[in-house]
């Protein structure tokens, strides 16, 4: 069974810096893209931030220049730094990636979700 845990979310002042972590863990066999979703109250989960397997990566234009993905192949992990952060940016952070398990082909995977809340 795979599972995706992330970690880093919390309350920040608008232009502060907060860096969401996600590991994954389980029977996997390969790990393709892995990416960022987010959720504000009364909006439907937008894409943030992708990035592939070989390092290539793609933005929403609503963070570009102020966040950055990052991915460790060897810990399974992919990493938000977010920087220059506004009350806009409130939501709950969806880590997603894309996963062949052991068994059957590849599979959509999300985490558990964390709050990220930008006020002063």
């Known amino acids: 069974q795979v599972q995706l845990v992330e970690s880093g979310g919390g309350l920040v002042q608008p232009g502060g810096s907060l860096r969401l972590s996600c590991a994954a863990s389980?029977?996997?066999?390969?790990?393709?893209?892995m990416g960022w979703y987010r959720q504000a109250p009364g909006k439907q989960r937008e894409l943030v931030a992708l990035?592939?397997?070989?390092?290539?990566?793609n933005y929403a234009d609503s963070v570009k220049g102020r966040f950055t993905i990052s991915r460790d192949n060897a810990k399974k992990s992919v990493y938000l730094q977010m920087n220059s952060l506004k009350p806009q940016d409130t939501a709950v952070y969806y880590c997603?990636?894309?996963?062949?398990?052991?068994?059957?082909?590849?599979?959509?995977?999300w985490g558990q979700g964390t709050q990220v809340t930008v006020s002063s």
């Open positions: 990035i592939s397997s070989s390092g290539s990566t």
């Open positions: 389980g029977s996997i066999l390969i790990i393709y893209t």
């Open positions: 997603h990636a894309v996963i062949r398990a052991t068994m059957g082909g590849p599979g959509n995977y």
